[in-house]
């Protein structure tokens, strides 16, 4: 018989590393070159960007520039799948031979047979459904999206990252800019990960996310996180608001509303949630989230 394993997914020893997982250059549709996103993104402490232009896979390798920032590849498919529906999806990795005349399904199968980390894209603004949320192996959704918030609000993606997590508790939740930096699209730097790794290069990068030992944030900055076998104690910012959150109506919160903050915080965490994740909130209502703090696996006790 099967039995789900725990363990718990942060290490936070250490350093932390910022980065953006999409954006786009005037490589597709985006308005500015790689050395003036690399460093307008420095200019805000940015240790590393992913290049995700539309159906261009990248070769960082093969660019002999000197950057001020960590540049690793990746590349944005967009189509729709064989119900119909409407799909961004972000790949992070070195990937070759996806052409947009091959259609979404073709490029979608071949990133995910090379490796890559697939994160399905604003599913708000894409209008997916919660269904199509686990139709596909994703290994993470955007929680939020910049420039979906500039253009209609729809920039949230929390209900389809819960939607995925009943399916699969190990998949990863993003905050991302999706900077275009054209006239029409002007947003940057307001959501982001920190990635806990010992030291930034492409492979150290790859692999934290990869195992999800990074948060998503929009404002507020987590410090330190641990569990000590019952409770989460966490280290951050200035918050006002705590909230340790699991499936459906389950959750528990600290702080309150007579504008106190705090930057320290426990939380007992129940042995039956399928899930658990931590969200804080500070004074301007920006937040940021862990992923799910324990990786499930299934083990054979035969």
């Given at each position: 018989?099967?039995?789900?394993?725990?363990?718990?997914?942060?290490?936070?020893?250490?350093?932390?590393?910022?980065?953006?997982?999409?954006?786009?250059?005037?490589?597709?549709?985006?308005?500015?070159?790689?050395?003036?996103?690399?460093?307008?993104?420095?200019?805000?402490?940015?240790?590393?960007?992913?290049?995700?232009?539309?159906?261009?896979?990248?070769?960082?390798?093969?660019?002999?520039?000197?950057?001020?920032?960590?540049?690793?590849?990746?590349?944005?498919?967009?189509?729709?799948?064989?119900?119909?529906?409407?799909?961004?999806?972000?790949?992070?990795?070195?990937?070759?031979?996806?052409?947009?005349?091959?259609?979404?399904?073709?490029?979608?199968?071949?990133?995910?047979?090379?490796?890559?980390?697939?994160?399905?894209?604003?599913?708000h603004w894409c209008g997916n459904s919660l269904d199509d949320c686990i139709r596909w192996p994703f290994d993470g959704v955007e929680v939020y999206n910049h420039v979906c918030?500039?253009?209609?609000?729809?920039?949230?993606?929390?209900?389809?990252?819960?939607?995925?997590?009943?399916?699969?508790?190990?998949?990863?939740?993003?905050?991302?800019?999706?900077?275009?930096?054209?006239?029409?699209?002007?947003?940057?730097?307001?959501?982001?990960?920190?990635v806990n790794a010992k030291v930034c290069t492409r492979s150290s990068i790859i692999k934290a996310i990869r195992c999800g030992n990074f948060y998503s944030s929009c404002g507020?900055?987590?410090?330190?996180?641990?569990?000590?076998?019952?409770?989460?104690?966490?280290?951050?910012?200035?918050?006002?608001?705590?909230?340790?959150?699991?499936?459906?109506?389950?959750?528990?919160?600290?702080?309150?509303?007579?504008?106190?903050?705090?930057?320290?915080?426990?939380?007992?965490?129940?042995?039956?949630?399928?899930?658990?994740?931590?969200?804080?909130?500070?004074?301007?209502?920006?937040?940021?989230?862990t992923n799910n703090l324990f990786v499930t696996s299934q083990t054979d006790d035969n």
């Amino acid at each position: 018989m099967d039995k789900t394993m725990k363990s718990f997914r942060y290490d936070c020893s250490g350093q932390w590393f910022k980065g953006n997982t999409h954006l786009h250059s005037n490589k597709s549709d985006g308005g500015k070159n790689f050395k003036e996103l690399a460093e307008l993104y420095k200019s805000a402490n940015y240790d590393f960007l992913f290049r995700t232009d539309h159906w261009v896979a990248s070769d960082v390798k093969k660019d002999k520039e000197n950057y001020p920032l960590l540049w690793i590849d990746g590349v944005e498919l967009d189509g729709k799948d064989h119900t119909g529906s409407t799909f961004h999806v972000v790949c992070l990795g070195h990937v070759t031979g996806v052409l947009r005349e091959n259609g979404f399904e073709t490029g979608l199968n071949s990133a995910l047979k090379q490796g890559a980390i697939t994160i399905l894209a604003h599913p708000h603004w894409c209008g997916n459904s919660l269904d199509d949320c686990i139709r596909w192996p994703f290994d993470g959704v955007e929680v939020y999206n910049h420039v979906c918030h500039w253009l209609n609000g729809k920039s949230n993606g929390l209900i389809h990252w819960d939607a995925a997590l009943k399916h699969n508790p190990n998949i990863l939740a993003f905050s991302v800019d999706d900077s275009h930096l054209r006239p029409e699209h002007p947003g940057w730097n307001g959501g982001w990960i920190k990635v806990n790794a010992k030291v930034c290069t492409r492979s150290s990068i790859i692999k934290a996310i990869r195992c999800g030992n990074f948060y998503s944030s929009c404002g507020p900055e987590i410090k330190s996180i641990r569990f000590d076998g019952t409770e989460l104690h966490v280290t951050m910012s200035p918050v006002r608001f705590a909230r340790i959150v699991g499936p459906s109506s389950n959750g528990a919160r600290k702080g309150s509303f007579d504008g106190k903050t705090f930057t320290n915080v426990s939380f007992p965490v129940p042995n039956e949630w399928q899930y658990t994740y931590l969200e804080i909130e500070d004074h301007e209502g920006l937040r940021a989230w862990t992923n799910n703090l324990f990786v499930t696996s299934q083990t054979d006790d035969n």
